[in-house]
Structures are given as C-alpha cells and as structure tokens.
C-alpha cells in the first residue's frame, strides 16, 4: 500500500505538473484531517509520511510539567523519561501514535482535503507561468464565445478575450488558432483570470520582435508605438548599429515583414517613422507622411504645446481623416500638438499686430488704466483688453502696481468692454492709475 501511495503521488505530480512536496503535504494534511474525525486528535498531533517508504508516522507532542492538569497536551517527567531518558520540565516531547483504519467518512474527508490542495496547487501554478507572461503574446484556440467574449483555451487553462481588446470587425469561429497579447493576470476564486488583447500597442511591438530579428536582437530599438486599431498606428524605431537603418529592417525586403504584420492585424496600415531624442524633430517626423514647414514650442507649463506649421496642400494630410494622423502623433510622442497652415498662421501674424497696434489706446480707455498702467500691462504681453480677460487673477498680479482687488477690476473691466464691443458701444471711460 505504501507503495502504491508514493506511485500515485508521483503520477499525480507528472501529469499535474505539481511538485512532490506538495502533494506529500497534502496527504499529510488530509490523513490529519480524517484522524480527527476517528481518533478526535488535538492540535498537538502531527501527521509525518516518509518520502522514501511511504510510512506514516502519527505523532502527539506534549510538553513535560511537575503536576499534569491537561493530559492531552501535558505529561509527568517520570513519563517523558521513560521515553527520553534526559527529558527535564519544560522539554516537549514527540509521543508515537498506532494508526488507526480510517471510517468511511473519514476516507471521503481525507479525499476532499487531497482533492483541495491538489486544485489549490494547480491553480497557483498556472498563475506563476501566466503571470510570468504579462506583456507576451501567446497563443491558443477559440474555445467558445460567450456574448462576443471570446473564451480561449490556451494549454492548461483558458482565458478571455473582451469585445473591447478585439480589433473591430475581425470575427472568430470556435476552433479557430488565435495569437494574442496578455494584458493582465489576476487571481480569482475560481483560479486564475487571464484576459488577452489585440488591441494593446504591445500587441503591436511584440508582433515586430517576432517577425523582425533584428527587433528581437536588439539591434532595432521600437521607443514607442501608437494605434487606432484595425486602422492605422505608429511606431518609433532606432538602431543600435550605424550601418542598420531601422525603418527599412522593420519594412523587410519589398515590404515583406510589415505586410505579415498588417494581415494578423486585420490590414491596419502602419507608418514606421525613426526616433529622435529632439522632440521637435519628432514630432516633425510623427507627422509623417505630411510634411512640415517649421515646428516650435508654443506657451508655458502646463499650457505648453508643439506648434507645427504646414504647407496649406498639406494641411489636411497632417491632420488626417476625422483628425487621426494628429492624434497618433500626439499619442506617440507623448505631446500636445497644435497644426496650423502658413496662411492660418500669417493670418493670426497680422491679426496680432493689429491688436497690437490698437492695443495700448484700447487699454487706456478701460476704467482705473492710466498710461503707465497700460505700457505695464503692455510689456506683460497684455497689450489689448481682449489678452487681459483671457488671463487670470495672478497673471495680472504679476504686472507692477496690480494688487488682488486691482486685478479683479481689471478682469471685470476688460469682459464689459468686450460685451459693450460686441453690442456696438463703449462703456463710459475713467482715467488715471490706481496702484490697488
């Protein structure tokens, strides 16, 4: 029989894939579980099963007192010494037990207990090998679908793959071989929850290390990648290697690798543009295929962006369908991108200095805003009433002689005339400074 027992415990391990210890642990546990429902064994008994013999050892440590008052956790000292000869109080001893044949519920609750841990244990070690793969793609085949969740068995368990991680308009028949990202492993009651996607960028970069070597080598570094999926995505290349030009690797030969690629995304059409650690340069690149005429920073903290100025012909072309191509640039690199065309931007030029212009005489006519007030708020670049109601309280008290209250009146000042502008006339003037 203890033959038998150590066979099947290694069998069960083989085929499980569940190391020995655990299962030995578990049939301890189990036979300790079913002695207590015939021998009504305390917590001081303990189970030992010798890995080598298969025998079962039923111990029961008790701790060694002058005056026993528990004697299912206590003995004498002349009854520790007749087991060991140099027993003193205080000493805990290991009493051996003579096993028992188990009751027929006995056997069906060391059954369940082994049954427990062996699922227990299962399940922890799926989760140990899919967890390790967060961020990998894997494979595996449809299952079933469950309300446009794909359910995919991928070895020893299966995982999900929500309506929302699929490229819109791909369709998968049960039975179907399927490739996909693994974006999360969670733990669950009921075992571990593997939920795959398509639609992650990393789905997209795992694809390139896979058909392109030099990816994978790590001579072709992706910085970056971008997509609207089952449309069209970005990805930012560079080479380690001068000799390697990292666009046309990930291209391949006649457009090989980057076709294998848009077939398993559903035809996505993908722009490979090289990285530039200048971020201007980037962006002007991100951009592509359109062309840029000059691009620069524009405003301050958080209001700061990339002003990019195109050609007029290729201004829509920067911008792209429904405003796609700006917004997988944005996406890529990781800015604010604002596009305007040469004529828009000459436009706002003129504009500008024609505020400018009328600025300083439209300042003075604003209530408490002398001449010198207005050539302040003038070399703040708030040269006309219309720059000060866009600005707030503490911008304005950054111009000298503007105080809290003072800035508020200038606030309010500026929008009244704009409205009285708007409706065709001005609100009566005041002259004169007025340092709050």
Not at 67 to 92: C, F, H, S, W, Y
Not at 384 to 405: N, Q, T
């Amino acid at each position: 029989m203890n033959r038998e027992l150590l066979y099947v415990i290694e069998q069960i391990g083989r085929e499980k894939g569940i190391e020995k210890e655990v299962l030995f642990e578990a049939v301890e546990s189990a036979l300790l579980s079913a002695s207590k429902k015939t021998m009504g064994a305390a917590d001081n008994v303990t189970m030992h099963l010798d890995r080598q013999t298969g025998e079962l050892k039923i111990l029961c440590r008790k701790k060694v007192v002058d005056k026993v008052t528990d004697p299912q956790i206590e003995m004498g000292l002349a009854e520790a010494r007749a087991l060991v000869a140099d027993a003193q109080v205080n000493d805990e001893v290991d009493i051996p037990l003579a096993p028992r044949d188990f009751g027929r519920i006995a056997a069906q609750t060391a059954k369940q207990v082994i049954l427990q841990r062996v699922r227990e244990a299962e399940r922890e070690g799926i989760f140990a090998e899919f967890s390790g793969k967060e961020g990998h793609i894997i494979r595996g085949v449809v299952h079933r679908i469950e309300q446009r969740t794909l359910i995919v068995d991928v070895g020893k368990t299966e995982a999900i793959l929500p309506e929302r991680e699929q490229i819109p308009g791909e369709r998968f028949s049960p039975g179907d071989r399927i490739r996909a990202y693994v974006l999360e492993v969670r733990k669950n009651p009921k075992g571990p929850q593997i939920t795959l996607s398509r639609t992650h960028p990393g789905f997209l970069v795992r694809l390139f290390e896979a058909e392109v070597p030099e990816v994978a080598e790590g001579i072709v570094q992706i910085k970056a990648a971008a997509r609207e999926p089952g449309e069209r995505a970005k990805i930012a290349v560079t080479s380690t290697k001068r000799d390697v030009d990292p666009v046309g690797a990930c291209v391949g030969l006649r457009g090989t690798r980057i076709q294998v690629i848009g077939r398993e995304l559903r035809g996505e059409k993908i722009d490979i543009i090289e990285w530039a650690e200048d971020s201007l340069v980037f962006v002007s690149r991100a951009l592509s295929p359109a062309k840029a005429s000059s691009v620069t920073w524009h405003g301050e903290g958080d209001e700061r962006s990339v002003l990019v100025v195109v050609p007029e012909n290729q201004l829509s072309l920067s911008i792209g369908k429904k405003g796609q191509n700006a917004r997988l640039a944005a996406k890529l690199t990781g800015l604010r991108i604002d596009i305007k065309s040469e004529t828009e931007l000459e436009a706002e030029r003129r504009a500008e200095e024609e505020e400018r212009e009328k600025g300083l005489q439209q300042l003075l006519e604003l209530p408490g805003v002398g001449t010198q007030l207005a050539e302040s708020l003038y070399e703040h670049g708030l040269f006309s009433p219309k720059r000060i109601s866009r600005a707030d309280v503490e911008k304005l008290r950054e111009v000298r002689g503007v105080g809290e209250r003072k800035a508020e009146r200038l606030l309010e000042a500026a929008r009244e005339w704009l409205a009285g502008q708007a409706q065709g006339s001005l609100p009566v003037t005041e002259g004169g400074d007025s340092a709050q």
